[in-house]
């Protein structure tokens, strides 16, 4: 289910997505190359920015942003695994160390803010990019995630050892570097933001293919699955994004491929057309029938048609084979409490109560929990995920507020009254800076 979470200046439209199949993806290529440069994978954060810009960054400490521009423009698994790897070289080198310490308390919301100053700034608009950045020193604003050359060149080297550590070929970073690196004949103001930000210079590129060609694995192929899981991630953001038109054009209806298929079914859709999306998903669901996310597609195409009980085994069947996708679980819980039947109550807290253990960072679940126990006359519980959900969005009042009536109507000493206690002392200490 792709979600656009926030969006941090109307006319840029330049805003958060989410969804559970793409962040599954590239924590699948991601997580040996984290493991490889001695990371806690399950400490480094994976965000996808909306956006036709060719770029990913590392920022706010071990934070990874991917612009789905980068995402659609790949030509193979190898070359979004070589950037991965790269990226994760800088966060292992400990690059951007001042400005990264600025940020590492911040926002994603507010990173995001300076995110899309810096992209404004490496195509060519400075004054907007400040605008955009707003109070931000000068200083911070030249160097926010611009990288040395220095840096690239260790980053590169420490890409080849994670690529290599995993089996995997280099010279997918190689070939995506050359595609970049085409347009240096550009006007300057046109270049993609990820040459500005990571300097490309043909002696890079040369070391880069140096260090490929002494690799075993320099000629090892992206397995079959990799490359199923890029097609598919590319045809969800093409079928999200682009429009049925432009859809219909990409992915014919003459095109029988598992890609095109998917992309048509969330094209008509989103068009919408009901009936030729079902169609399409269906006949996808006949030949993987416990695919969670082809489930989670049907299920959203029913639900936001105005039909959630008929959503429901869907999702149901999605939650069960994929128990640990919160953003699946949220939807699912979502869904089993707009059908208004109090049958689903206890499901519905259940479900919801896991996704936010797995992502207690997600607001609309703690609002869908809060909605929850509200129906069941839980005001203890209520307030308890309420005042969660106010402590996210950063509004501090609201969360000591909601705390309080948690221990107003917990027992002192029980794990609800001490969570409260804990938001009270975070939002008190934050109102008081």
Do not use: C
């Not at 160097?143 to 060149?153: T, V």
């Not at 998903?281 to 695919?291: C, G, H, R, T, W």
């Not at 499901?347 to 509200?374: F, H």
């Amino acid at each position: 289910m792709l979600l656009q979470i926030q969006t941090v200046m109307a006319q840029s439209k330049l805003s958060f997505i989410r969804d559970a199949e793409i962040e599954h993806t590239l924590r699948s290529y991601a997580t040996p190359l984290f493991t490889s440069a001695g990371l806690n994978a399950e400490d480094v954060s994976i965000h996808l920015v909306n956006s036709k810009v060719i770029n990913a960054f590392v920022a706010g400490g071990q934070r990874m942003f991917f612009f789905t521009g980068l995402l659609e423009r790949v030509e193979n698994p190898n070359q979004l695994k070589g950037v991965i790897a790269h990226e994760t070289g800088h966060i292992s080198g400990g690059h951007l160390a001042r400005t990264q310490e600025a940020l590492r308390n911040a926002s994603t919301k507010s990173i995001l803010g300076y995110l899309l100053g810096a992209a404004v700034i490496f195509a060519g608009g400075g004054k907007a990019g400040a605008a955009v950045i707003g109070g931000a020193q000068a200083e911070a604003q030249k160097s926010f995630l611009k990288y040395s050359r220095e840096q690239e060149s260790s980053a590169d080297q420490a890409s080849i050892k994670y690529l290599t550590d995993t089996g995997s070929s280099g010279q997918g970073m190689v070939e995506f570097l050359e595609i970049l690196g085409e347009q240096e004949t550009v006007a300057y103001g046109k270049i993609d933001p990820y040459w500005r930000s990571h300097p490309i210079s043909g002696e890079r590129i040369a070391a880069l293919r140096s260090a490929v060609d002494a690799s075993p694995y320099k000629d090892k192929p992206a397995s079959k699955q990799d490359w199923i899981a890029l097609e598919r991630m590319q045809a969800k953001l093409y079928g999200f994004t682009k429009g049925l038109r432009k859809t219909l054009r990409k992915y014919p209806v003459s095109d029988k491929s598992l890609g095109a298929r998917y992309a048509r079914s969330i094209a008509y859709f989103k068009y919408p057309d009901l009936e030729k999306g079902l169609k399409e998903i269906d006949n996808l669901l006949l030949e993987y029938p416990a695919d969670p996310y082809f489930h989670e597609l049907k299920g959203q195409m029913l639900f936001e048609n105005g039909d959630p009980y008929s959503a429901v085994p869907s999702l149901k069947i999605a939650a069960d084979v994929a128990p640990y996708q919160p953003l699946i679980l949220t939807l699912y819980g979502t869904v089993l409490l707009a059908t208004g039947d109090n049958q689903y109550l206890e499901e519905a807290v259940r479900i919801l109560r896991t996704s936010t253990a797995y992502d207690p960072y997600a607001t609309n679940s703690w609002n869908q929990l809060a909605i929850a126990y509200n129906r069941l006359g839980d005001t203890g519980n209520l307030s308890l995920a309420t005042a969660e959900r106010f402590a996210l969005l950063g509004k501090w009042d609201k969360a000591i507020f909601h705390a309080k009536r948690v221990q107003e109507n917990m027992s002192a000493g029980s794990p609800g009254y001490l969570r409260a206690d804990d938001i009270i002392t975070i939002a008190s200490r934050q109102l008081n800076k």
